[in-house]
Each structure stands twice: as structure tokens, then as C-alpha cells.
């Protein structure tokens, strides 16, 4: 690396979930690509290993552990094979079959909220193991817009709510430990599977594109760059912060599919 700038995280341990794809896998490449030792967790392992082939690619470390963030035992498995941990990212997440409250099913309400939030706390559970031994430790979750603004997912909004005010708590509990907690609220971010139900509900994208002042999405290297700062140690004052990267979306106050009526 012949820029010093890039080698911010180098010696640091990332544990990054929901790895493959989307924001996940350019968190992942874009640690890498600044020289953190990168272990990427996903249900998806095919997703995964091909993610772990793009870092090899460019030069970089990354093993990769399927499993599933929602579950004790798969996290425990792949925090055992990553050992010590610097860096955590809380990515993971899942909203098949959210919607309007009154018609999501206690399946998929339940499975929402155990990827999303209790994946979070069963991941930052056991990051903390190794980050309070060494006191030191910067720890991201990725929340959403939703959790500022009511943008029609329930079950998903719930969650990323209870992200945001874990996010605060966690970072008061655990900064005498020097371990930093903060959360990113991203807007839309354009990736693989945005594109493809963009692609097959055209109508889908031109209401939620007219929400944002600047009239484009974002993209999951802006996503990837705020984490970045997070993770570094540059952000060594920044803690129990949520950081809003949604190009101005959520200083709109009235989203059309909630209003029929307007």
C-alpha cells in the first residue's frame, strides 16, 4: 500500500455480517481495501465465498463462515474462528414479508426482528468478549431510515428502532472499556436485489425516488465510506452517534403510500 491513508485499519480484525452481498459486501471489500483482516458472516455461502474471492482478488485477507446472525450457535461458531475482534459491523438483516402491520404473519414478524435485532445483540455479545479483555473496539450497526421515518415496513421499522437506542445505550455502558458504539442510518442504497424489484415494480421506484430532494439513491460505497471513519481510529471521539446518510430524504415529512388520501 503505498499511500499511508490506506493502511488505516492495518493489524485490525473486522467481523463484518451479511457480508455477501449489497452493503455488506462493499463494507467488506472497502475494510480491506485500507488493510483490515476481514471475516464476512452469511446465511448465503455461495454469496459469501464469492465476496471472500473479491478480497483475495485485490490483495486482501478474508475468511469466510456461513451462518446465520439470528442464531446462538452459528455466531458463537464463527466468533471461535475469528478470535480476537477489533472491529464489528451489525449488517445483517431481512424484511420478507414486512409490510402494513395488519398483514404480516408472527413468522415473518418474528424472523424480522431476530435477524435485525437479535442478531445484533447475539453478534455485539460476543465481539465484546475479546474488545473489553483489550479495552478497545469500534462497533457498527447498520439501521435504516426506517427507524426515524415510517416508511411502510413494520416489523423492519420496530428493529432498526431498537437498533438506535441499543446503539446509545451500548455506547454508555461500554466507552469506560474504550469501546465505541454508533449506528448508520442509511437511506434507499441501490444494490443487486433494490435493482431487481426496482426493475420488476417500476412504479415502486418512481414513488419512493420522489422522496429524495436530489432525485438518485444512494449507492453502498457511501454506506461503506461512513463505516470506514467509524471503524478508524480518526472517529476515536465519535461514539453513541446515528449517522443519517439518505441525501436529505428524511427531512420530508409525508410518504405518499401512507397518505392514498392526500
Not at 42 to 59: C, F, K, P, S
Request: with cysteine; glycine share 10%; proline share 3%.
Amino acid at each position: 500500500m503505498s499511500d499511508p491513508a490506506e493502511a488505516r485499519l492495518t493489524k485490525k480484525t473486522a467481523f463484518i455480517t451479511g457480508g455477501g452481498n449489497g452493503i455488506g459486501r462493499e463494507i467488506v471489500l472497502t475494510f480491506s481495501r485500507y488493510g483490515a483482516r476481514i471475516f464476512s458472516m452469511d446465511i448465503d455461502g455461495l454469496a459469501n465465498e464469492e465476496t471472500a474471492r473479491m478480497v483475495r482478488e485485490q490483495g486482501g485477507q478474508c475468511e469466510c463462515v456461513q451462518g446465520d446472525a439470528s442464531v446462538a450457535a452459528d455466531v458463537e461458531r464463527a466468533f471461535k474462528v475469528a478470535g480476537s475482534v477489533d472491529i464489528l459491523v451489525n449488517n445483517a438483516a431481512a424484511w420478507s414479508g414486512d409490510g402494513w402491520l395488519h398483514e404480516v404473519s408472527e413468522a415473518d414478524w418474528d424472523r424480522v426482528i431476530a435477524v435485525c435485532l437479535r442478531g445484533t445483540y447475539l453478534c455485539t455479545r460476543a465481539a465484546l468478549k475479546s474488545m473489553r479483555a483489550r479495552k478497545a473496539g469500534s462497533i457498527i450497526n447498520i439501521s435504516s431510515v426506517n427507524a426515524l421515518t415510517g416508511i411502510h415496513l413494520a416489523a423492519y421499522t420496530a428493529a432498526k428502532g431498537g437498533i438506535n437506542s441499543l446503539t446509545r445505550l451500548l455506547a454508555l455502558q461500554y466507552a469506560p472499556y474504550g469501546i465505541r458504539v454508533n449506528a448508520i442510518c442509511p437511506g434507499t442504497i441501490v444494490t443487486d436485489s433494490t435493482r431487481r424489484h426496482y426493475d420488476e415494480h417500476p412504479e415502486d421506484e418512481a414513488e419512493i425516488l420522489s422522496l429524495y430532494p436530489g432525485k438518485h439513491f444512494g449507492e453502498p460505497a457511501d454506506i461503506a465510506h461512513c463505516a470506514l471513519y467509524m471503524a478508524s481510529d480518526e472517529a476515536r471521539f465519535m461514539n453513541g452517534s446515528i449517522v443519517v446518510v439518505d441525501g436529505a430524504m428524511s427531512s420530508i415529512h409525508r410518504i405518499p403510500s401512507l397518505h392514498p388520501n392526500s
